[in-house]
């Protein structure tokens, strides 16, 4: 089987080549043979035939072909070695020699001995040499300069050839090296180019991407690889050619030269196959750029594309063509805007477009592809300017014919006015009214200008935006114009009859014929007379009928008047209206400004070089719920408030209608502090100053900021001016009740700022309830427990307590010292404790200063007096307290009634005749609720002082039922957040010594009744008792109770009879009051009892007559919370 057989290379016979037992000095013979030298080496005959034929085939390989043809001369040299030692030499050689010979040259050895033995065996042994060469034996060196010349000779031969064989030796490594090195390149640079070709070009950006990087970086380490080669090729030639830079003189052997001739020939070589490289490499650079090119000209123009169809969308939304002149504006604004927006998707479709144009210039080979999407872009361009053109058009006209509109509007208002303000009394004399006729006749003449000519003709000019509700909008005006005119034309004819001449009455008077004849010529005195006579009559009669003729002229004058006036406030209500929607959007313009100038900006990378560190992601808190802010009032609440143009007087529907939205303030309001704070912080942002520049905006960013809030306190101020000409409206009761809400808004909001400041507190305060009212006050403590100096000392000193009242616990807390500007100036609430409310009590009058009143619980033990800054802050907040507790006690007696009517079912019939526990059922459910309506037996609410005392006078009843509460009706502490000052208390009376506390027959307190020796009459209430003091005697009825059984009380009956029940020993009967009292509680100063409703523990005072078997003390306990 044949098999190649790589040539060999120094490298790989290094060691054998450097025993140098046969050498190749470069020396050639007459003919140009090659001579290969076998120098004197001793071991000769030990060299292993495998090394020896390698070393001789390596070396016969080296020459070229041509020299090699020619054969080899071997120049062996024995002159120090035995006979037997040449002759095995000679013939080793002659067995093994791989190529052609030429001539054998033997130096035999030069020893007298040797030199004979050498000639006996050529004579008698000549066959043995018989070789296809000559075998030449030399006697001499001088002999062997007869067949090849000194200068193809070594030195050690007595020629003159530099031969260096470990020079030789790393010649022969680095030139096979570089040699191979230019294979291995040749290889790779073929493999790599075959990979370019068969590559697919990819069909996204970066993919595309990804394959130029990765072919560029082969591209880039096979050019790193064959400048090596290149660098080592040249070093290599330059050391080949490095004797002739010694001296001068010296040329190369024919070996030397033929090294530097295969070396400059594989340079060549390697610097054809880098130029056909770097012209294959150019194209397909060039074909996976295109193709990069037509694949992000492909995404951009899907992404443009994608961007012109929404910008298409949207401009297909602006179908409004608005309702009024400012609406119209706005959206003429909106559209600028918008497609000042949009000038940027635009200009990229233009600028891609144009990309596109110069890809195809460049002959680029997808030129197919490219020219349709050019020409699409530019026909998506022209048509969204067309349209945006059309609707500007559209917003023209409409923003002209709202502008006619207003014009006759106000032309009207202002006709309206003339009329209203026209002095009836004046204008009932002739020139008042020729002056009056001549103010009407000269503002009709301004009615060319203003007022509409022709409807027809504005139907004909404006049909393209005539919407339904436009068209009815135009006619409401025309006929409005219509109206007016026709008041003037009343106006005008009455002040006409009014200005007319009043021409004297002269009546005919026929002369009597007698009176002719007999005096044709009468006196002066008698025509006097009768002249003065005439004139007197007539004037008697003139002035009758022109005051009569006046006063009808003038009635409907007067009549008139009350419709002008209530034209007036029409004309106050609009103007309010219009401020209302002017100032709405201006606001929201103004909010949509900030989020997009500054808001939006903050995400933009273009400005992210100059965000500061503090700002980086905190746009939250910058801006808090702005966004949520703006959406409202641009999407929703603008809107709504455009709908009521025409009749402003109903506003406040819209108000109430999205009065629950409003809370949306109370999250901006309480993110305020924040905001503010990080202003301060980073004002001086290079960011806040661009953002500011490109706005145009005189003010700074915090301004607006501030803009919600002052929004949000406006819409008060312009309901209450609405609410004053709209007294005698039908939507008075709407705009009433908008503005109560609105109110407690700004009271919602105020509250939470003081909340949020609240610190310390280890709960969650939202677990409290709604917060009720919150306030500064002097508070004394008066606790029962504690050391009596504490005590002295609490009870004299007051303490400064901001008090935060929730629906289930009363706050008392430090106000602390304010710091810093503005907004961080506010102040902060350390948590101090915290009452429940279902165990608290209130006493509303405390001795020597109405400010004051006592908030205590656990039967006194813990009391609290409490001075309000003013009589009117402590009625307020006693008035609410006293509404908590009462809602915790109906909700506790409607579960005792029920649990009273289950039981009631199961009763058995009493003892006594005549009554029935249906019956006596019946009168306890009636009894219970007359208890329930009547405002002076509420069970623990009055205490006795105050049933036995009328109330006072201006001040309520603290059992009479409230008043219709208002919506939203302010009651905290009206005082701005922020303010503080309360003037100081007076020291407050010293409380009662004895164990005073509260049942549910006393929810306020009894303090007053213990202070003044008196104490209220108390009453059985059904429930659980422990009896203490037995009948011993036992009751006539054998219902026997002893010390210590429990008793339960179920209801009252007829007579005075209650129905008991032992639970120890399960006997039941009807028990007279009187009876059922001595045996619970014999004595006098026991306090009461509780109901089972309750479970409050009664005790006896003193004697220790009756214990309940209640856990606690507690007063009007609902149950844990």
Not at 108 to 115: S, V
Not at 646 to 668: H, N
Not at 982 to 994: G, I, L, N, R, Y
Not at 1045 to 1056: C, T
Request: glycine content about 6%; some cysteine.
């Amino acid at each position: 089987m044949h098999r190649d057989i790589s040539p060999l290379c120094a490298a790989d016979i290094q060691d054998q080549l450097k025993k140098r037992f046969a050498y190749l000095s470069g020396g050639r013979g007459q003919d140009g043979s090659p001579v290969i030298t076998f120098p004197d080496y001793p071991a000769f005959s030990d060299v292993p035939d495998k090394e020896f034929q390698n070393v001789m085939t390596y070396l016969t390989s080296i020459p070229s072909l041509q020299d090699a043809g020619i054969g080899f001369i071997l120049v062996i040299d024995r002159r120090q070695d035995k006979w037997t030692s040449v002759k095995a030499s000679i013939l080793r050689i002659a067995a093994s020699f791989p190529a052609n010979l030429r001539l054998v040259l033997v130096l035999r050895p030069t020893g007298l001995l040797q030199r004979t033995l050498s000639d006996l065996a050529l004579k008698f042994n000549r066959d043995d040499f018989n070789m296809k060469v000559p075998v030449i034996m030399l006697s001499s060196v001088p002999e062997l300069h007869g067949y090849i010349d000194k200068s193809q000779l070594t030195e050690d031969l007595g020629g003159t050839l530099d031969y260096c064989h470990t020079r030789w030796l790393c010649h022969r490594t680095a030139i096979e090296g570089f040699a191979l090195m230019v294979k291995q390149t040749a290889q790779m640079l073929q493999s790599f180019g075959t990979e370019l070709a068969e590559t697919e070009l990819p069909n996204d950006v970066p993919s595309t991407n990804s394959v130029l990087c990765a072919h560029t970086e082969k591209k880039d380490k096979a050019k790193e690889d064959m400048k090596l080669a290149l660098d080592e090729g040249r070093s290599l030639l330059e050391n080949i050619r490095e004797p002739l830079g010694k001296c001068g003189e010296q040329s190369l052997n024919q070996d030397q030269l033929d090294n530097q001739t295969t070396v400059q020939r594989l340079l060549d070589q390697l610097t054809e196959t880098e130029a056909a490289f770097d012209e294959f490499w150019a194209k397909h650079e060039q074909k996976l750029r295109q193709c990069l090119q037509l694949r992000q000209f492909e995404q951009d123009f899907r992404e443009v594309k994608a961007s012109l169809d929404a910008l298409a969308q949207k401009i297909a939304t602006f179908t409004d063509v608005g309702n009024s002149r400012a609406h119209a504006e706005h959206l003429l604004k909106d559209l600028a805007s918008f497609e000042d927006k949009s000038s940027a998707s635009m200009e990229r479709a233009r600028g891609l477009s144009l990309e596109g144009e110069q890809l195809i210039d460049s002959k680029h080979y997808a030129v197919d592809s490219i020219r349709p999407k050019c020409h699409e872009l530019q026909h998506l361009c022209e048509q969204f300017v067309a349209e945006v053109e059309r609707r500007r058009e559209l917003l023209s006209k409409s923003l002209e014919l709202h502008h006619l509109l207003e014009a006759s509007m106000k032309w009207c208002d202002q006709g309206i006015y003339l009329l209203a303000s026209q002095p009836v009394d004046k204008c009932q004399s002739q020139d008042g009214a020729e002056a009056a006729l001549q103010e009407i006749e000269k503002f009709l003449e301004t009615g060319a200008e203003n007022k509409i000519q022709e409807l027809s003709k504005i139907y004909q000019d404006y049909e393209s935006i005539l919407t339904k509700d436009l068209m009815e909008h135009v006619q409401k005006v025309f006929q409005k114009q219509e109206g007016m005119e026709e008041m003037f034309h009343r106006r005008q004819a009455s002040l006409k009859k009014l200005a007319a001449k009043q021409m004297r009455p002269v009546q005919p008077v026929a002369p009597r014929p007698e009176a002719l004849t007999k005096s044709p010529c009468p006196s002066p005195g008698s025509r006097r007379g009768s002249e003065n006579s005439s004139e007197g009559s007539g004037l008697r009669r003139g002035p009758y009928r022109r005051a009569k003729s006046e006063m009808s002229e003038s009635r409907p004058g007067r009549s008139s008047s009350t419709g002008d006036e209530e034209e007036g406030l029409a004309i106050l209500r609009r103007h309010v209206m219009n401020e209302l929607l002017d100032t709405e959007r201006v606001y929201v313009e103004e909010l949509l400004c900030v989020l997009e100038g500054y808001a939006a900006e903050l995400d933009n990378p273009l400005m992210a070089h100059l965000v500061s560190p503090g700002l980086q992601n905190k746009k939250d808190v910058l801006f808090g719920n702005m966004e949520e802010i703006y959406h409202f009032h641009n999407r929703i609440f603008l809107r709504e408030l455009e709908g009521y143009t025409d009749c402003p007087e109903l506003v406040g529907r819209c108000f109430l209608e999205r009065m629950e939205e409003f809370q949306i303030y109370e999250k901006y309001c309480q993110n305020k502090p924040r905001s503010e704070s990080l202003w301060r912080q980073c004002s001086d942002s290079p960011f806040f100053q661009e953002c500011q520049r490109k706005l145009d905006h005189k003010l700074s960013l915090d301004s607006y900021l501030l803009k919600p809030v002052q929004r949000i306190t406006k819409y008060q101020l312009l309901l209450k001016e609405m609410l004053k000409y709209s007294r005698s409206c039908a939507g008075a009761e709407h705009l009433q009740e908008a503005l109560s809400s609105i109110l407690g808004v700004l009271k919602t909001v105020n509250d939470s700022m003081h909340l949020i400041a609240v610190t310390g507190y280890d709960g969650n305060l939202s677990e409290l309830g709604k917060l009720l009212m919150q306030g500064s006050f002097s508070v004394w403590t008066d606790h029962k427990k504690g050391h009596s100096k504490v005590k002295d000392l609490a009870r004299f000193k007051p303490m400064q307590r901001h008090l935060f009242l929730h629906e289930k616990a009363v706050l008392f807390c430090k106000r602390r010292e304010e710091s810093g500007e503005g907004y961080e100036k506010a102040p902060s609430y350390s948590y101090k404790q915290s009452l429940n409310m279902a165990a608290v009590g209130i006493t509303e009058s405390v001795k020597g200063d109405v400010r004051k009143f006592e908030i205590w619980c656990n039967g006194r033990e813990e009391v609290y007096i409490v001075q309000a800054p003013t009589p009117e802050v402590k009625a307020a907040w006693v008035s609410e307290i006293r509404k908590v507790l009462t809602s915790q006690l109906q909700a506790c007696r409607e579960a005792s009634q029920h649990r009273a009517l289950e039981q009631s079912q199961s009763l058995p019939l009493p003892a006594p005749p005549g009554t029935s526990p249906s019956k006596g059922t019946t009168r306890n459910i009636k009894k219970l609720e007359e208890r329930k309506t009547d405002p002076l037996s509420l069970e623990g609410y009055v205490s006795p002082t105050s049933l036995l005392k009328p109330p006072e006078k201006g001040r309520a009843s603290p059992t009479s039922p409230d008043k219709k509460a208002k919506r939203h009706e302010v009651k905290s502490d009206p005082t701005p957040f922020g303010v503080r000052g309360w003037t100081k208390t007076s020291q407050p009376s010293e409380a009662p010594e004895d164990d005073g506390w509260s049942s549910a027959e006393e929810l306020i307190n009894s303090s007053d009744a213990e202070e003044e020796g008196r104490v209220g009459p108390r009453k059985l209430v059904p429930g659980k008792y422990t009896v203490v003091l037995g009948d011993e005697k036992g009751s006539p009825d054998a219902f026997a109770v002893r010390s210590g059984d429990v008793v339960e009380v179920v209801q009252e009956g007829d007579e005075g009879l209650w129905y008991v029940r032992n639970l120890t020993s399960s006997k039941e009967s009807w028990v007279p009051a009187s009876s059922l009292a001595s045996l619970l509680c014999t004595s006098g100063s026991a306090q009461c009892l509780s109901s089972s409703e309750q479970h409050v523990v009664c005790t006896a005072g003193r004697s220790g007559a009756l214990r309940g078997t209640g856990a606690r003390q507690t007063h009007l306990r609902t149950g844990p919370w």
